[in-house]
C-alpha cells in the first residue's frame, strides 16, 4: 500500500508564496505520474497540475499556469508544488495523488491519494 503526505500548506497574503511537498512510500516511485488536486468548500475537487514519472512534462490548469510549478524528486520520492503569486481563489485543501498515467484531469483516474494539507490565502 502507497502512502502519501502532503505538507507546507498554511496561512499566506496574496501574492506570497508557499511550497507544498508530498513525500511517498513505498518502492517504485519513478513509475507513476503524480499531481496535485484542490478542493474548496462547497465546490468539486479540480486538477491543478501534474508530472510525469521521469519528470521530463508537466501540465497545469489554466488557472495556475505562469504561477505554480510542480516538481518532482524521485531520489528522495517526493513531489513538489511551488505556488507563486498566490490568490484568495487559490485557497483549498491540497491533495498530492498517483496515477498510472500522466496529465490525467480526473480523479478518478487516480489510485493513490494523500490526506490533504490546508492552503488559505488572504485578501
Known amino acids: 500500500q502507497r502512502q502519501l503526505v502532503e505538507s507546507g500548506g498554511g496561512l499566506v497574503q496574496a501574492g506570497g508564496s508557499l511550497r507544498l511537498s508530498c513525500a511517498a512510500s513505498?518502492?517504485?516511485?519513478?513509475?507513476?505520474?503524480m499531481s496535485w488536486f484542490r478542493q474548496a468548500p462547497g465546490k468539486e475537487r479540480e486538477f491543478v497540475a501534474s508530472i510525469s514519472g521521469s519528470g521530463s512534462r508537466t501540465y497545469y490548469t489554466d488557472a495556475v499556469k505562469g504561477r505554480f510549478t510542480i516538481s518532482r524528486d524521485n531520489a528522495k520520492s517526493t513531489v513538489y508544488l511551488q505556488m507563486n503569486i498566490l490568490k484568495p481563489e487559490d485557497t483549498a485543501v491540497y491533495y498530492c495523488?498517483?496515477?498510472?498515467?500522466?496529465?490525467?484531469?480526473?480523479?478518478?483516474?487516480?489510485?493513490?491519494w494523500g490526506q490533504g494539507t490546508q492552503v488559505t490565502v488572504s485578501s
Open positions: 495523488a498517483a496515477a498510472g498515467s500522466f496529465a490525467q484531469i480526473d480523479a478518478r483516474s487516480y489510485i493513490y
Open positions: 513505498g518502492r517504485t516511485f519513478s513509475s507513476y505520474a
